[in-house]
């Protein structure tokens, strides 16, 4: 077996030495000669020459004894935003503050908040008098935000558990009341029509991956349990909802829905997009057909009732007669309210 030379030792210590202050650790020459087995003159020496050599080192030269750490920001410079953030990042920057009102009752509501005020404070002076009033400005509203005072430990929960790929065993509350635990593995939160869902792969399930609405998540609790987040070819969110009004993540195979919308929605439905697979073909009679190719689902359902009296379903015929019951089952109610 080959001898080490005199320098392999101490280039190990120094590697080792390096390993430790990118993980977090800081050094004084007192500690760096306890971890290379040398006098604090030579561990000084060595500090210094990763301080000179390696990008991130940085030694506080404020500090007696001088203290050595590791830092990115020497590597990707005084900051992502560079010395002055742009106009496009302060616009980022504001509507993702307008955003946090979705968050509202938790702590990202208000660093959102602090982040946008920091990127603000970036912009060159001649923009800053621009970004006045930002509040009032820009603004996201999607109604029906949900509460999330009491929720703030729930979702610090499922976000932590999403971005280290942590199994969650939830107390779960179904649409018709029940409760139940389940083991999901969190693949992404997702924001749809001002609510916050999970789509999570469901253990022990038929169809394993579904979607819940964080609303309805009573109780969440990590376990040390962690899963290998599947690749783009296996899972992709955009593909998976694709043929999908909303959330829903059925089973069901895509059909033609054809929807008659009365003449006050004409103008609405040329210049709003419902589903990427919409086309829209203008009647004589002032309607206008709506087309789309998506699942069948209750939120197909809620979106054609929402127009009212104003729709009128062609295609596919169970949807039609679906939507007839509901209809009349709806109208039942008023005629019954009024003869009472």
Known sequence: MAKKTRTEPQREGTLRLLAQLMKGRTHTATSAAKELTMNREGALRVLKALHKHVPGIQKNDSSQPHVFSFSTKEIHGPSALGEHASFAAGISA????????????????????????????????????HFEDLGRKFIIRSGGEENLDDRSGLLDDIIEAVLKNQTVLIDYTRFDGSQKQLRVSPYSLVVYDGRLYVIGLRHNDERPLRSYRFARIANVERTDETFAYPSANEYNPDALLRESIGIF???????????????????????????????????????????????????LEQWVLSFGENAEVIDPPDLREVIARRLRAAAAHYESAGEG
Do not use: N
Request: proline share 7%; hydrophobic share 40%; charged share 25%.
């Open 249 to 299: 993540m059925g089973g069901e195979e895509p059909v033609r829905v054809r929807l008659l919308l009365a003449e006050p929605w004409a103008i609405y439905a040329h210049h709003h997009r419902w589903h990427e697979s919409q086309t829209v073909r203008e009647l004589p009679d002032g309607r206008v057909e709506v087309s789309l190719r998506v699942r069948p689902c209750p939120e």
């Open 94 to 129: 504001t509507f993702g503050a307008a955003f946090a009102r979705l968050l509202r009752g938790t702590s990202y509501h208000s660093e959102f908040i602090k982040l946008r005020d920091t990127v603000v404070a970036r912009l060159r002076t001649t923009w800053q008098p």
